[in-house]
């Protein structure tokens, strides 16, 4: 178990399993997050995946409490200037004392691997919160602490268009088709959470256009296989006044 009172940072995706991480680590006491780290799509100046605002992802900072710091990648960043980016940016905060990296990672052995070795040469630790909790339960835990979310982005292969833009509640984990994580922890929607223990006051803003984009498939060596991914993406406009 990590020392009381370890300093940390946390991979802030915007969404709702980074934000119970933050929740239950504050529980614990253990572990003291001091910064969120956001990757930054440079070209559209958004979340990367999520798709959401820069100035949304910094207003949700705010009402947080927490300072944010962010990391720019292209569009379609290689992996070897993903692990440059992100090296750098982790030898910076390590420098500053920091000693945890968090993740809202809950199953994927992979990516945990992935995670590890990067951090390791940097010595920072990784610390994963939601690590093998029940994906289901995680959800209702969420609805069920008063958090609320929205989702951003959906994996045209996984869901349909009308489930971007809609609350994350149980009418939403009860509509969700067969073979889509409750969380979708496999990449099948991410979120927007604007609201909830975590944060000092909730978000005002609405739900703007529902696009659709599409991004090249990964290298693979089935001929059959698709040539690209598309996804569906709400957009988030803040309103005005946000907080007074």
């Known amino acids: 178990m990590p ?26 006491g253990e572990v003291v997050v001091e910064k969120l780290l956001t990757a930054v799509n440079k070209e559209y100046d958004r979340v990367t995946m999520h798709g959401l605002p820069r100035r949304v992802l910094e207003a949700q900072a705010q009402a947080i409490g927490l300072p944010l710091e962010t990391v720019a990648l ?13 090296r750098e940016k982790g030898q910076q905060l390590r420098a500053e004392g920091l000693e945890y990296s968090v993740f ?12 590890e070795a990067q951090l390791r040469p940097l010595g920072l630790k990784p610390c ?43 009418q939403f984990l009860a509509d969700l088709p067969a073979g889509v994580d409750p969380c ?12 909830g223990p975590i944060f000092e006051y909730p978000l005002a803003f609405s739900p ?17 296989g698709p040539r690209e991914y598309g996804f569906w993406y709400c957009d988030i406009q803040l309103a005005k006044p946000n907080h007074s």
Not at 184 to 193: A, L, S
Not at 208 to 224: C, F, I, L, M, Q
């Open 208 to 224: 703007g256009e529902v696009v659709y984009r599409t991004y090249p498939a990964p290298a693979s060596d089935d001929p059959e």
């Open 3 to 28: 020392n009381p009172k370890s300093r940390a940072y946390l991979n802030w995706s915007s969404g709702k399993d980074a934000s119970l991480a933050l929740y239950t680590l504050r529980q614990a």
């Open 104 to 115: 809202g990672d809950i199953f994927l052995e992979d990516l945990r691997q992935y995670r």
């Open 184 to 195: 979708g922890e496999n990449g099948e929607f991410h979120t927007f959470c604007y609201d």
């Open 128 to 170: 994963f919160p939601l690590w093998k909790k029940d994906t289901r339960q995680l959800l209702l835990d969420f609805i069920a602490l008063g958090f609320r979310a929205v989702v951003v982005c959906c994996n045209a292969q996984q869901l349909p268009r009308t489930f971007c833009g809609r609350p994350v509640d149980e």
């Open 74 to 86: 292209g569009a379609t960043p290689s992996m070897e200037d993903y692990d440059r980016i992100m």
